[in-house]
């Protein structure tokens, strides 16, 4: 691997023959390179090099792009990729039913990683100018409801992740709108449905994030299409990346909450022991996420269901919620502990003792000062 890199730092095989130029790119496309050894190639001029290669014939370009691929995962070499101007060429090969498979999952890789820290300043052409981003996402949202690229699930993956990391920055408002406009969900929603499990993953996180513009229609789609609110019990399995859980929980806890069929489903979907795990050991986002969907089953329309959830312990996941949650952690658990109390007047029946009964007693029951009964968490669901 040293001799590689040192003969890259020197560009000599560059200098060299076709065939040379190629090994040198394949290798480096096959390299675990560290942080110091990208920084030194980049250094080098090796990613002009590279995008001069990528103009040549299709093995020059599988292999210039397998080694741009490699590269732009660190950061700094990302802005020096940008500054060749190569990054409008790099889509039009993403976009090219005229090169082969290889050629083009290099570049919906390299276009993701370009995007993938929240940051769309290497969107830029030969001059600096910015990109126009509009037409980027409509482009790639277009070709995706064509089923353009249906031919490579991992084209597919890398484009949905390219998607993601336009719209999920807390403040891309404008491009959320953008997509929204473009009809994004609606031509995302299907995919919830689809196949491969990681292109799944990357659609209920693009979803999450687009739940300010289009939070109704998402909702809409998930209840009314069959075995989905099944499908999304799987995304709370401790086995699924915290992130995936995060959003799918989070899309769960918009859903209506009137919804009394969806919050049964959920139940035979034994979702609501699995929220509460989140809730007692998951990250801040899940936690609070969890907590926003666990709401529903403590509304006073049913107390059975209440009774189950304070059988499984909820009190106690309030409690650590109240003492160390998010701020919006804390509101959603304060809302819980008033849902839960709204029943306690009807449960703690105030116990009414006179005449030889009461004598007989050795010592007269706990009456809650509050209700006037025999109170008590579990049975009343009171806090005193």
């Known amino acids: ?7 890259f730092r020197s560009l000599n095989f560059f200098a060299g023959s076709e065939q040379s130029k190629r090994f040198m790119a394949k290798a480096l496309s096959d390299l675990e390179l560290t942080h110091q050894s990208m920084e030194s190639l980049g250094k080098g001029g090796v990613i002009t090099l590279l995008v001069e290669m990528m103009m040549g014939n299709l093995e020059n370009k599988a292999a210039s792009l397998g080694a741009l691929q490699n590269l732009v995962t660190y950061e700094p070499n990302k802005q020096r990729l940008a500054q060749t101007g190569a990054v409008p060429i790099i889509l039009d090969h993403l976009y090219s039913l005229h090169f082969p498979s290889n050629i083009r999952e290099s570049a919906a890789a390299i276009l993701q990683q370009l995007v993938s820290n929240n940051d769309n300043a290497f969107l830029i052409d030969e001059n600096g100018d910015e990109l126009d981003l509009n037409k980027i996402l409509r482009d790639l949202l277009m070709r995706i409801q064509d089923n353009f ?8 993956k890398q484009v949905m992740l390219t998607l993601l990391g336009f719209v999920s920055p807390r403040d891309a ?9 473009a009809h994004g969900v609606m031509i995302l929603l299907p995919f919830l449905k689809h196949g491969d499990v990681e292109i799944r993953n990357v659609v209920v996180q693009i979803l999450y994030c687009m739940l300010g513009e289009s939070g109704d229609e998402i909702c809409h789609f998930i209840m009314t299409t069959t075995k989905l609110i099944g499908l999304f019990s799987m995304y709370l399995d401790e086995g699924v990346q915290e992130e995936v859980q995060a959003a799918a929980v989070g899309i769960l806890s918009r859903m209506p909450v009137a919804e009394t069929n969806l919050t049964l489903e959920l139940m035979e979907q034994n979702v609501l022991p699995m929220l509460l795990h989140h809730i007692r050991q998951g990250s801040p986002n899940l936690k609070e996420n969890a907590m926003g969907a666990l709401l529903r089953f403590t509304l006073p329309l049913d107390i059975q269901i209440q009774k189950k959830v304070v059988d499984l312990g909820i009190f106690q996941a309030l409690r650590g919620l ?6 919006k952690a804390k509101i959603r658990a304060a809302i819980a502990l008033r849902n839960l109390s709204e029943s306690t007047m009807q449960l703690s029946i105030p116990r009414k003792l006179s005449g030889c009964f009461f004598c ?3 010592k007269p029951p706990t009456v809650c000062r509050v209700h006037g009964g025999e109170c008590g968490e579990r049975t009343t669901f009171c806090l005193i």
């Not at 691997?1 to 003969?7: A, P, T």
């Not at 408002?173 to 406009?181: A, G, L, N, P």
């Not at 109240?322 to 701020?327: N, V």
């Open 1 to 7: 691997m040293y001799i590689i890199i040192k003969c």
């Open 149 to 156: 690229f249906s031919n490579s699930q991992m084209i597919q």
């Open 173 to 181: 408002h404008e491009t959320r709108k953008i997509f929204s406009d």
């Open 360 to 362: 007989i007693l050795k």
């Open 322 to 327: 109240i003492k160390s949650g998010t701020t």
